[in-house]
């Protein structure tokens, strides 16, 4: 079944101390992002990664890393989380992204972060 | 400074019904457009999109109708269900390698 997953689903966290979000996709997607929404906000993306090794800011970048070493994996780490970073984060996946008519993404099922 | 706005936060409409969703643009670099339908607990999901070259697009009950000089897009639902109830995410992009910019969402609402 083509899916992104996301683990864990739930995180509550304390103030600094370093966590990882994994994010997978089994479709051979070369495009990939990570979002937060939180309330009365919508989605705002915080990086994105064109393919391999190629990754880049979004709007809200600050606070967090990410690391693309694989076509399938796109981690997002937060190396000493806030509690303003307790949201709900979003993982996608596109085929290849400025491909025109070709701008579906595939979001991941959420990871509810918490930090304390 | 919002580029795409959703200016109404909920919705509620009998089952059987039309819904209509409304979003608007800023952008006029905007040339491509999203639905997205998100459940609770879930990821959002791919409904329907709409290029700058069309002004309407149509997908069984599900129909996106843009106005380019109005800046403005809605997506249609007719009949409307009960499993239509979610919260429904405009998306924006303009051509090449630029993000989706997203509205705030409304929350549909279907009574039976």
């Known amino acids: 079944e083509a899916q992104v997953t996301q683990n864990p689903r739930y995180l509550i966290t304390v103030t600094g101390k370093k966590l990882t979000v994994t994010c997978s996709q089994n479709?051979?997607?070369?495009?990939m992002s990570w979002y937060r929404q939180d309330p009365g906000l919508g989605l705002r993306q915080i990086y994105y990664?064109?393919?391999?090794?190629?990754?880049d800011k979004g709007d809200v970048p600050e606070g967090y890393k990410v690391s693309r070493k694989e076509k399938r994996n796109f981690p997002l780490i937060l190396e000493s989380p806030s509690p303003n970073q307790t949201s709900l984060y979003f993982c996608a996946s596109s085929l290849k992204w400025g491909l025109a008519g070709r701008y579906e993404q595939y979001f991941g099922p959420g990871t509810r972060l918490t930090v304390t | 400074d919002q580029q795409v706005k959703q200016n109404s936060p909920s919705l509620s409409v009998q089952e059987g019904r039309i819904s209509i969703l409304n979003c608007d643009y800023t952008?006029?670099?905007?040339?491509?457009f999203l639905w997205y339908k998100k459940y609770p607990a879930e990821g959002p999901t791919f409904l329907i999109s709409?290029?700058?070259?069309?002004d309407k697009n149509e997908d069984g009950r599900f129909t996106v109708f843009l106005n380019k000089s109005a800046k403005h897009l809605s997506l249609h639902i007719v009949p409307s269900q009960p499993g239509d109830s979610a919260v429904y995410f405009c998306a924006a992009k303009s051509s090449g390698n630029t993000p989706l910019v997203f509205g705030k969402g409304t929350r549909l609402s279907v009574i039976a």
């Open positions: 990664s064109m393919n391999v090794e190629v990754t």
């Open positions: 479709m051979n997607h070369e495009y």
């Open positions: 952008n006029s670099m905007f040339d491509y």
């Open positions: 709409i290029s700058s070259i069309k």
